[in-house]
C-alpha cells in the first residue's frame, strides 16, 4: 500500500552521490548549518541562536563554515531545509525551535553519519542529541528581584502560548516572587503570538493600566521593554539583553547564551567524540546568563539576586523545592523535596496561588 | 495619448509567451537587486532558477510544494473568473487539515484501506464547511467575500492552535501542541520512493483534467464566463447568481480543504500549528499566472515552487536573506500583471509626443 | 473611571494607524479603485519611517519619507491597476507580498535598533483636566493629526468640487470621462493619497507605538483597515468609529484576561476578527443601503472605448 509505483524516478542515487561529497569535504573543512524559526533580527530567540553561530565562526576561524536558514516554519518546509543542509555536506546541524523535532529525526534516519542537534525537544535518536536551557532558573532570580521591586504588589506577565517552558516560567517566578512578598499577585496576558510588536506593547500598557509595576515576558520583541520605559514602570529582558530598548526599565534580562555549547559541540564533531545526549544546563554551565542588574535595583536587593544566582549555579538551591501544591491545592512537592526533570519537562499546571486557568 | 482597446479575441500565442516574457523581466529586475545588495547576480539566478531543476532531490521537493498550490489555485480560478473573490482558501486549507487531522486522529491505530479516503472526505467537507460561511454571507446579507474569507483565515489558524492545544494534542507529547503522528494507514502513499511526492499530485493531475473538461464543454463552466464578465447579463441569463456564488466558493473550499489535508497527511504527518505557511496566499498569485487556466496553473505552481526551493537554496548557499523570496515572487507578479497587458489590449498611440517620452 | 480613561487611552494608540490607513483606501475606493497592497504600503512606510528617523533624528523628516515610500509603492500599483489595466485585487496581493519581502531586506540593518517615542503633547492647564485632558489633549501630534485627516477628508469629500468630481468618477466613469474628467489622473492622485496615508499608519507603529523594527511589524493590521473602509460604507466618520471600535476590541480583551475572567486566549485573540465580520454582515444586509454608498465602479478597469 506504502508504495504504489515504485522507483518512477530513482532520486536515491543523488541523494547517495551528495552525501558522499558531504563526508569528503567535511574532512577539510565541518560545516555546520543551522535552522531558525524566526528571523535573525528579531532580538529574540532566533538572535541568540545566531549568536551562538557566531561564537563557532569566532572559535574555530577557518576550519568551520557556517550556514544558516531563517524564518524556516515549523510546518512541511523544515524537513527540506533539514535535508538540504543534510545533503549538502554539513558535519552537524542544529534545529533551533520544539516544531523541528519530527522533521529532524525523519530526516537524521536518512543520514546516518551526520549528527543534529534539536533544541527544547524530547525525542533522539543515535545521531539526534537535545539540548535546552533551564531558563526557569533565571525567571526564579527576576522573581526575587520582581517580587522585592512592587510597590503594587502586582507583577504582569505577557504570555505567548501555554506550552510547558512558559508554564514553567510563571510558576518559576510566581513561588520565587511569592518567597519574598506573600502579597503578591500575577496577572497573565496570553497574546498568542512570539513577535507582534503592536500587540506586545498593547498587552504591556494593559497590564500597567491595571497596577502592574513590574513586566515579564516571554514573547520575542522588545516591546514590552520599551512600554515599561515610557510608563516608567520595571521589566525584564528575553532571550538578550534589551538594556538598549529600555535602559531605566529593564532590571536585569535572562540572556540565552548558546555559543558555548555550539563551540563544544562542534569541537566533538571534529574530534570524533560527538555522542547522542541530553543536555539541559542553565546558570551553572553558563547556558543562562543573567544581564548584569540595574543600579536602581536596592543594593540588599541586588545581593539577594546574585546569592540566589550563585546558588542555582552551585547546585545548592532549586527554584522547584517542596512544598509545592498545585493550583487546585493538591500536593505536587513535599517539604524539601525538589521536582524530577520529566516532571518539569512536560509541566501543564499553575502552581498554587496563581490566578486564572490555563488553557488545556 | 497612449490608449488601450480590448481585443474582441485574446491573443492566443501571445497569452503563452507573455508569461515567459515575464520571467526573463523578472530576471533581469533580480539582477539588478541583487547587483544592488552586492551578492553576485549570475550566480544568485542561476542557484534560485537553474539549478533545482539540474537535481532530483529538488525537483521531487517541488512536485511537493506544487501540489497544494495547484489544488488550490484551481479552486480559486472557478471564483476568480466569475468574480468571486475567495482570498481566504488559507483558512479553508486550515480547517480542511483540522477535519482530516481529526479523523485520522480519531482512528488511530486502526487499520484499513478505507481510512485516508475517509480523512480526505473530512478535509474537503471541512473546507467547504469554511467556505459556506462566506457565501451564505454574501447570498443572504450581501457581504463581501473578500474580508470575510480573509477574517475568517486568522480565526482558522486561532482555532487550529486550541485544537492542538487542547483536545487534539499528543498525550505523551510532554504537553506541546501538536498532534500525535499519523498511523500508518492515514498516511499518504509515497509516489517515488525516497521523496517526498505523495498520491495528492495524481489528484492535482486529476483535478486538472476535471476543470479542464468542465471549463471546457460542461454548461457551468461558461455560466462562470458570463457572470465574470457581467453579472446582470447572469441573471438574464436565467440561471441564478447565487447558485454560482455557493458552486465556486464550495469547489475552491473543498480543494483548499483536501489540500490542506495533503499537507498533514502527507509531508507533514500530524497536525502542528505552523501547518498553514500560505500556501492559501501563494495560490491566489498561482491562479493568476496561470491565467486561470487549468493546464496554465499546472505550470504556474511549478514556478511558485521553484522560487521558493530556488530561494531556500540561495539562502543556504549565498547566505541571501529569505525576505528576497518574496521581493522575487512580487516583482515576479508585477512583470506579468504589466506584460499581459500586450495580450489583452492593442495599444494605440494617437499622441506620439508624450508617448515617445514614455 | 481612572483605568477606563486609561483603556481608552490605549485604544486610541491601538487604533491610530488603522485610521491613517482607512481613511487613505476610503478615498481611493470612493474613487473606483480597490487597492489590497494595504499591507504591503504599511509595512514599507514603517520600515522608511523608523530607519529614516533613526538615521536623522527627526520625526518630521521620518514620518514624511514614509508618507513618500507608501506614495511611490501606490504609484507602482496605480501604473500597473491604471495606465496598464491590471487586475486590481491580483495587483494589490502583489504588492502586499512585496512589500513584505523588500521591507524585510531593508530592514536589515535596523532590527535591534530603537529611537525615543515621540513624545506626547502637554498643553497648559486642558492637559490636567480630570479625564477630559488625558482622553483629548494629551496625545502625541500623530493621533491629532490623523484626526484632522477624517475630518479634512469627510470635508473634501462632501464640499469640494474636487471631492465631487471625485465621487463621481468611482460612480460612474464612463460618464465622467465624458463629461470631460481625467479619470486615471484623479485616480492616480487617489492613489498616492492612499499610500502616503498607509505609510504613515505603518510609521506610527514603527515609530510611536513601538520605536523598533521587526519584520512583518505590521501583522496584518492593512487587511483590518480594509475591513474597516468596507464596514465605514466608505464615509470617513464611521471609518474613524470603525478603527477605534476595533482598537477597542483589541484592548479589551487583554484587559479581560488581566482581570482573569476565565475563556482560552486564543478565543479571546479570534474576537476581533469575528466582531469585524459581524459588523460587516449587519452594515450590509441591507441591500439597497449598501449599493447606495458602494462606489458603483470600485475594482472596475476604467479604458476609453472609441
Same mark, same amino acid.
Given at each position: ?15 547517495? &552521490? ?35 553561530? &557566531? ?60 549528527? @543534529? ?17 533551564? @531558563? ?24 505567548? @502560548? ?9 510558576? $518559576? ?38 497596577? $502592574?509595576?513590574? &513586566? ?116 505536587? &512537592? ?27 | ?13 501571445? #497569452? ?14 533580480? +539582477? ?21 531543476? +539540474?537535481?532530483?532531490?529538488?525537483? !521531487? ?40 487531522? =481529526? ?16 480523512? /480526505? ?126 458552486? /465556486?466558493?464550495?469547489? !475552491? ?7 490542506? #489535508? ?11 500549528? =505552523? ?11 498561482? =491562479?493568476?499566472?496561470?491565467? #486561470? ?5 499546472? #505550470? ?21 536573506? !529569505? ?29 506620439? =509626443? ?5 | ?59 518630521? *523628516? ?69 479625564? %477630559? ?17 477624517? %475630518? ?30 481625467? %479619470? *486615471? ?122
Amino acid at each position: 500500500m506504502k508504495h504504489i509505483i515504485r522507483k518512477l524516478i530513482t532520486g536515491t542515487a543523488t541523494v547517495a &552521490l551528495a552525501f558522499s561529497i558531504g563526508i569528503a569535504s567535511a574532512a577539510a573543512k565541518t560545516k555546520v548549518g543551522f535552522v531558525y524559526v524566526g528571523p535573525i533580527g528579531d532580538h529574540g530567540w532566533s538572535y541568540a541562536h545566531n549568536e551562538g553561530r &557566531l561564537a563557532v565562526e569566532k572559535a574555530f576561524g577557518d576550519k568551520v563554515k557556517t550556514t544558516y536558514v531563517e524564518n524556516v516554519s515549523e510546518g512541511p518546509d523544515a524537513e527540506r531545509v533539514i535535508q538540504q543542509l543534510a545533503q549538502s555536506g554539513h558535519g552537524i546541524i542544529f534545529t533551533t525551535s520544539f516544531g523541528f523535532m519530527n522533521p529532524t529525526l525523519k530526516v537524521a534516519k536518512r543520514f546516518p553519519k551526520v549528527k @543534529f542537534e534539536h533544541a527544547t525537544g524530547f525525542k533522539r535518536a543515535e545521531n539526534v542529541a537535545t539540548y535546552s536551557g533551564r @531558563f526557569y532558573e533565571g525567571r526564579h532570580v527576576i522573581g526575587l528581584i520582581a517580587g522585592k521591586m512592587t510597590k503594587t504588589n502586582t507583577i504582569g506577565y505577557i504570555a505567548s @502560548f501555554p506550552i510547558p517552558e512558559v508554564v514553567r516560567g510563571i510558576n $518559576a517566578a510566581y513561588l520565587a516572587a511569592r518567597s519574598v512578598n506573600p502579597a503578591v499577585k500575577f496577572k497573565i496576558i496570553w497574546v498568542s503570538t512570539w513577535v507582534d510588536p503592536g500587540k506586545e506593547a498593547d498587552a504591556a500598557k494593559a497590564l500597567i493600566d491595571q497596577g $502592574a509595576d513590574v &513586566l515579564m515576558q516571554h514573547t520575542d520583541s522588545p516591546a514590552a521593554i520599551q512600554t515599561a520605559e515610557k510608563k516608567g514602570v520595571f521589566a525584564f529582558g528575553q532571550a538578550s539583553d534589551m538594556v538598549k530598548f529600555g535602559p531605566k526599565a529593564q532590571l536585569t534580562a535572562i540572556v540565552d547564551d548558546w555559543g558555548p555549547y555550539y563551540v563544544s559541540r562542534v569541537k566533538a564533531v571534529m574530534d570524533g567524540t560527538w555522542k547522542s545526549q541530553d543536555t539541559w544546563d542553565g546558570i551553572g554551565p553558563g547556558m543562562v546568563v543573567m544581564a548584569p542588574f540595574s543600579k536602581r535595583i536596592p543594593e540588599n536587593v541586588r545581593a539577594m539576586a546574585a546569592k540566589a544566582r550563585d546558588a542555582i549555579a552551585s547546585g545548592k538551591l532549586h527554584p522547584f523545592t517542596g512544598p509545592i501544591n498545585k493550583q487546585d491545592g493538591s500536593p505536587w &512537592l513535599k517539604a524539601g523535596e525538589t521536582a524530577q526533570d520529566g516532571a518539569l519537562a512536560g509541566m501543564n499546571f499553575y502552581v498554587e496561588g496563581v490566578e486564572g486557568s490555563l488553557p488545556k | 495619448m497612449i490608449r488601450l482597446e480590448p481585443l474582441k479575441e485574446v491573443s492566443k500565442g501571445l #497569452l503563452y509567451v507573455t508569461p515567459a516574457i515575464a520571467v526573463i523581466v523578472t530576471i533581469l529586475l533580480g +539582477t539588478v537587486m541583487f547587483a544592488v545588495l552586492g551578492k553576485d547576480p549570475v550566480q544568485a539566478i542561476s542557484i534560485i532558477f537553474l539549478e533545482p531543476l +539540474t537535481n532530483s532531490f529538488a525537483i !521531487s521537493e517541488m512536485i511537493v510544494k506544487a501540489t497544494p498550490l495547484i489544488l488550490i489555485g484551481l479552486g480559486l480560478s472557478f471564483g476568480f473568473r466569475a468574480g468571486i473573490w475567495n482570498i481566504g482558501a488559507e483558512g479553508q486549507f486550515t480547517v480542511g487539515a483540522l477535519a482530516g487531522g =481529526a479523523v485520522a486522529l480519531a482512528l488511530h491505530e486502526v487499520e484499513g484501506i478505507w481510512v485516508l479516503p475517509l480523512m /480526505c472526505l473530512a478535509g474537503i467537507l471541512g473546507g467547504m464547511a469554511w467556505a459556506a460561511i462566506p457565501a451564505f454571507l454574501r447570498t443572504r446579507f450581501n457581504t463581501n467575500e473578500i474580508l470575510v474569507t480573509l477574517m475568517l483565515t486568522y480565526v482558522a489558524v486561532l482555532l487550529l492552535s486550541v485544537m492542538v492545544h487542547g483536545p487534539l494534542k499528543d498525550p505523551e507529547g510532554l504537553n506541546f501542541p501538536e498532534s500525535r503522528l499519523f498511523h500508518e494507514s492515514a498516511i499518504l502513499p509515497i509516489l517515488i520512493e525516497e521523496t517526498r511526492v505523495h498520491i495528492g499530485f495524481l489528484v492535482a493531475l486529476a483535478a486538472v483534467l476535471v476543470a479542464w473538461v468542465i471549463l471546457r464543454h460542461h454548461v457551468f463552466g461558461y455560466q462562470v464566463k458570463v457572470m465574470g464578465q457581467s453579472p446582470r447579463a447572469a441573471n438574464y441569463g436565467g440561471f441564478a447568481q447565487q447558485r454560482v456564488v455557493w458552486t /465556486c466558493l464550495m469547489i !475552491s473550499g473543498g480543494l483548499a480543504g483536501l489540500a490542506g #489535508l495533503f499537507e498533514a497527511a502527507g509531508p507533514v504527518g500530524q497536525l502542528v500549528p =505552523a501547518l498553514p505557511v500560505g500556501y492559501g496566499f501563494t495560490a491566489i498569485i498561482v =491562479a493568476f499566472l496561470g491565467r #486561470l487556466t487549468p493546464v496554465g496553473i499546472l #505550470l504556474s505552481g511549478f514556478v511558485m515552487a521553484l522560487t521558493y526551493i530556488g530561494g531556500e537554496a540561495a539562502q543556504i548557499e549565498m547566505n541571501l536573506p !529569505s525576505a528576497v523570496t518574496g521581493v522575487f515572487q512580487g516583482m515576479f507578479l508585477f512583470s506579468l500583471l504589466g506584460i499581459d497587458v500586450l495580450a489583452r489590449y492593442r495599444i494605440q498611440v494617437s499622441r506620439p =509626443a508624450w508617448a515617445a517620452e514614455k | 473611571m481612572d483605568l477606563l480613561v486609561l483603556i481608552l487611552q490605549g485604544v486610541i494608540v491601538s487604533a491610530t494607524s488603522l485610521v491613517f490607513a482607512a481613511i487613505g483606501e476610503l478615498v481611493v475606493e470612493r474613487a473606483g479603485v480597490l487597492n489590497l497592497g494595504l499591507e504591503g504600503m504599511m509595512v514599507l512606510g514603517a520600515i522608511a519611517g523608523f530607519a529614516v528617523t533613526l538615521d536623522t533624528g527627526s520625526y518630521v *523628516v521620518g514620518i514624511a519619507a514614509a508618507a513618500v515610500t507608501g506614495a511611490i509603492a501606490a504609484s507602482l500599483f496605480g501604473f500597473l491597476t491604471q495606465i496598464l489595466l491590471s487586475n486590481q485585487v491580483a495587483t494589490g496581493l502583489a504588492l502586499t507580498i512585496f512589500g513584505l519581502g523588500l521591507s524585510a531586506l531593508l530592514g536589515q540593518g535596523y532590527s535591534g535598533e530603537s529611537t525615543e517615542p515621540l513624545a506626547k503633547i502637554h498643553i497648559f492647564f486642558l492637559s490636567d483636566i480630570p479625564i %477630559v485632558g488625558p482622553l483629548m489633549f494629551s496625545h502625541d501630534p500623530l493621533v491629532y493629526l490623523s484626526l484632522a485627516l477624517a %475630518v479634512g477628508v469627510a470635508w473634501f469629500l462632501a464640499k469640494t468640487r474636487t471631492g465631487l468630481i471625485l465621487r463621481a468618477i468611482g460612480e460612474n466613469h464612463d460618464a465622467a470621462h465624458a463629461i470631460g474628467y481625467s %479619470v *486615471v489622473g484623479v485616480r492616480m492622485a487617489a492613489l498616492l493619497f492612499g499610500g502616503a496615508c498607509a505609510g504613515v499608519g505603518g510609521a506610527y507603529l514603527s515609530t510611536v507605538q513601538t520605536p523598533l523594527w521587526v519584520e512583518n511589524i505590521t501583522a496584518g493590521r492593512g487587511w483590518i483597515a480594509l475591513a474597516i473602509v468596507v464596514f465605514s460604507a466608505w464615509r470617513p466618520g464611521r471609518a474613524l468609529l470603525g478603527a477605534y471600535l476595533f482598537g477597542g476590541v483589541t484592548i479589551v480583551q487583554l484587559h479581560v484576561q488581566g482581570f482573569g475572567i476565565d475563556i482560552e486566549a486564543q478565543y479571546l485573540s479570534m474576537l476581533p476578527y469575528l466582531v469585524t465580520i459581524l459588523v460587516l454582515v449587519l452594515i450590509s444586509h441591507d441591500k439597497a443601503r449598501i449599493s447606495l454608498n458602494a462606489p458603483a465602479c470600485l475594482a472596475k478597469p476604467f479604458f476609453v472605448s472609441s
